[in-house]
Structure formats: structure tokens, C-alpha cells
DNA sequence: GTGGGCTATTGAACAGGCGTCAATAGCCTG
DNA sequence: CAGGCTATTGACGCCTGTTCAATAGCCCAC
């Protein structure tokens, strides 16, 4: 009765075990990802699990790092050279993974509230690689051109407004309120043109 | 050897195991904030907590909602009329209350993003009062005098900008990066203030 | 083709935290 | 000071994470 066991490469079978948790993650929080759940979904032993990840907290790691590396590749922003384009296209991108994987974006911003410091830190990395490459990939001085100054306080003000977009991107998805979408996308891209131009000058 | 039962009313007994919980919130994360370790520093079964309180979902509430009671009721803003030096002030009030309370601070904000959606709720609910009882004590027809329309993006938007707030403070608070404290706040309150004259009207 | 070894895989056992409930014992009232 | 109401207990069952010695699939040498 019992399905025989399969012997995989610890490659392979790694794999498999990641792509699994990704996928489940996309329909539950990350704390109801447990161990029985993913070996049984998995057709393998709770204890196989440990083989391959040290623990629990682990595997979830090595699923959320796997969940951020597809957001990222999946919201490249256009070649536009217009900063300001290239803003508001990564921002659509962003807006359309959140639209179509929105319990999975959720798990992945729970996740990285957890509590867990190494969990944060994937995440934020995540996220800054993703507000960095709107701007490192421009062309030097533009920015200079809207006396916008690269400071430490600039840079906390550009992630305060990540979490803005975050907040404001799930609140609109569950209940849009008769915003239009485009009309969102404006006023996200302008709210970060306005906090950029405005940041106080480190002391 | 063991402690002799006492016998407490139940109003006086639940006080002080929600106040217990509020006070070792601010020492470590909701989720360690286990059954086992609120019985034995309040010196009861654990039987009892079951008592008072359903089961831990419901006793984890109880506690975050009287810690965003704490937290509201010590960030009352002036009396100023001026919406804007309201809003500064309180602002502040609100910062300090993070500096002193960073890690109970966390706890709760960690909470609001734990999936619980009752736990969310409690948490919102408590945003939303901070904010808007800047504007709604302010005298009625100022919002006005700067165009400023209360409209469903505009309340989104808003929001966002709690979140923005929530961040940056947390941030700075961690590692403040040489920004002073006076140019944060201003900042931020500036920040809403651009967000609010240029949100989109509703279709 | 086959026997043997390397190691992927298992499952039973342990730990610790949540939740239940019949039994116990403070405190108040007459 | 006796009796009852009910606050309080503690032992029990269950579920989930974690360990580890035993098992068995796959590949290679012959």
C-alpha cells in the first residue's frame, strides 16, 4: 500500500522540496507550512526534511530567499531610459505579480515581519535590490539634475516608501475602492518624485 | 514549598495578567510569549489562563489590544489649533513613545503582520485613530483652505503613509545613520502633507 | 548480471507547548 | 464556624518539531 521509496540526487530532490514550498506558501502563511505538511505533499519522511535543512526555521528561509529571487526576476523593469519610466513600468510589474500572486506576496511580507532578524534580512535585501535597480541602472546625473542628493537620510526615506507601496498595493488589491488602477501607479511614483526632492540634508 | 492558592476576584485577576502580558510583551516577540511563561511569572496554573481567556489566540489579543490602548493614550496630541503643528506634535509624542518602547513597540507591529486577521484589525483600528484624530479635532474647513479632499485615495493613501512612518521610525530608532531627530520628523510630516495636496480624486 | 557498498531515506522515540476537565480548596455569607 | 459558590489546580491527551540508528535503493566493479 504504503508507495515504495525513491531514491533521488540530493540535487534534485533539494529542488523539488523548494519548488514545493514555494508553491504552498502561495496559499497558506508561512507558519502553517509545517514539516508534516510539505513531507506528506511531498510524498517523502518528516525525517528527510532534516537531511536537507537543518531545521524548520531553515527550510522556511531557503523557501522565502527562493520566493524573493522569483519576485525579482519576475518584475524586471522596461530599458526605458527615462528614470521616470523606468520607474513607473518596474512599479506596474510590481503592482501585476501582487495582482496575480496575492496570498503568496502576502506570506512573503508576513514572513519578513516575523521576527526572524535572518528573515528581515532577506527581504529587505529583496526590496532594496528592487527600488536600486530603478535608479543604479539609470544614467549618471539625472538624478542630479532634480537636486537629488544620494545621503543616509534620503536612502530611509526611499524605503519608508517601499513600505508605503506595500501597504498601499495590498490594501488596493483586496479592496480597490473605485481607485483606478492607473491613477494608483501615478500617485505612488509621484509620492517617491516628492519625498526624493524634499529629504532633509544629513546633518 | 509550593505557593499557597490565592484567591483573587476575576476582575482583579484578569488586570493583572493582561497588564503581566503588556509588561512581557516589551521583552520578546508575541509568539514567545507562551502559556507556560505568563503562568509562572504570574504565579498561577496554567489551567487558570484558560479561564480568563479562551485559549492563546484569544489571550495574545486581549494583550495587543491594551498595548495599542497604552500606546494611544500616550501619544494625545496639542491643543493647537494649527493642524499642522498638531500634527508635529504628535508625531513626536509618537516617536518617543518608540524610543522608550522599542521592543514592546516591535512586538506589537509584528503582531499586526502575524495573519491573524483579528489581530490585523486591532492593530489598524488603532493606526487609523492615531491618524485621524490629527485632522478630525482639527477645526472643520482648514483641509479645504489647501484643496485637500476627502476622498477613498485619499484615506489609502494616508494609510500608506503610516506604514511609510512605522518603518522610517523603526529604522531610525535601530540605527539612526547621523539623521537628526528634528529633520526626521519633519520630514515625515512633510511627506504627508505632499501626499495629501496631490492624491488622486477618485473616479 | 550480480553482489557489495555508499548514502538517501525511513520511522520510532523523545521533547515541549497547547488545550481539557474532574477534583480541590479559598473566601464569603448566614 | 459551617457550608456553598467558584476560583484554581494538575494530570492527561494531542499535535508538531527534532534526533538517530536502522533500512534499502541505486550504481559500479567484476
Redesign the pocket.
Known amino acids: 500500500m504504503?508507495t515504495?521509496?525513491?531514491?533521488?540526487?540530493?540535487d534534485t530532490?533539494r529542488e523539488q522540496l523548494l519548488d514545493l514550498g514555494v508553491k504552498l506558501l502561495a496559499t497558506r502563511p508561512l507558519e502553517k507550512l509545517?514539516?508534516?505538511l510539505l513531507a506528506e505533499a511531498a510524498?517523502?519522511?518528516?525525517?528527510?526534511l532534516?537531511?536537507y535543512f537543518?531545521?524548520?526555521?531553515d527550510f522556511h528561509e531557503a523557501v522565502v530567499r527562493r520566493a524573493t529571487e522569483d519576485l525579482f526576476a519576475l518584475t524586471a523593469p522596461t530599458d526605458d531610459p527615462d528614470p521616470l519610466a523606468r520607474l513607473s513600468g518596474s512599479l506596474d510589474g510590481y503592482l501585476g505579480f501582487v495582482e496575480t500572486n496575492r496570498q503568496g506576496y502576502q506570506s512573503l511580507v508576513r514572513a519578513a515581519y516575523s521576527g526572524n532578524p535572518t528573515m528581515r534580512e532577506i527581504y529587505e535585501s529583496a526590496r532594496a535590490a528592487l527600488t536600486d535597480r530603478i535608479f543604479d541602472e539609470a544614467e549618471p546625473g539625472v538624478l542630479e539634475e532634480f537636486g537629488i542628493e544620494d545621503t543616509p537620510a534620503l536612502r530611509l526615506m526611499v524605503r519608508g516608501w517601499s513600505a508605503m507601496v506595500e501597504h498601499v498595493v495590498l490594501a488596493w488589491v483586496e479592496d480597490s475602492g473605485g481607485i483606478d488602477r492607473q491613477a494608483l501607479l501615478d500617485s505612488l511614483s509621484q509620492a517617491l518624485f516628492q519625498i526624493m526632492t524634499t529629504a532633509p540634508k544629513a546633518d
Open positions: 504504503t515504495p521509496r525513491i531514491r533521488l540526487s540530493p530532490r509545517s514539516i508534516d510524498g517523502i519522511s518528516r525525517g528527510l532534516y537531511h537543518g531545521n524548520k526555521q
